[in-house]
């Protein structure tokens, strides 16, 4: 193929295709798939090594959203108050398949996946489950409900 551009000649093309691929390369060096690389929020200032947070501070839930012969699922984390004034903390994720865990109500923690069922203590009531939700340790700071 021929030009008519006397300025256009196979070593022109051959710089100008490598600068374009050079501008690309720099270009995708600032992004992650597709995403921009914007600055990440800092992480809260930690206090003394061994010192805990002020109370409520690092709270996942407080007393009064959990109610006795119940619980609720906070993230990652299911919180249950079996008896007054006792708390557990369950992981939320049903030991099954996976899946995490949709509700807690009539007494136990419901996988809405398969059906599986666990008491307030993360014991498997119903299955297909056979082991029970990992327990998580969990604090009562006042009338906050924190990760121990």
């Known amino acids: 193929m021929t030009s ?13 295709g490598a600068s374009a691929a050079a501008a690309a390369a720099a270009l995708t060096a600032c992004t992650t798939y597709g995403k921009a690389n914007t600055p990440q929020a800092p992480a809260p200032a930690a206090g003394p090594p061994g010192q805990k947070a002020p109370a409520g501070q690092n709270a996942i839930a ?3 959203e959990v109610p006795v012969g119940g619980g609720v699922i906070k993230g990652d984390v299911v919180v249950t108050q079996p008896s007054a004034g006792s708390f557990v903390g369950l992981d939320s994720t049903c030991t099954h398949a996976g899946c995490k865990v949709a509700s ?3 007494g136990t923690i419901n996988c809405a996946c398969h059906g599986s069922k666990f008491g307030l203590d993360g014991s498997v009531v119903n299955g297909p489950a056979t082991r029970p939700l990992a327990p998580k340790s969990v604090d009562v700071e006042g009338d906050s409900i924190v990760l121990g």
């Open 4 to 16: 008519n551009d006397p300025h256009l000649n196979r070593r022109t093309v051959v710089i100008a």
């Open 104 to 106: 807690v109500s009539g």
């Open 62 to 64: 407080t007393t009064s």
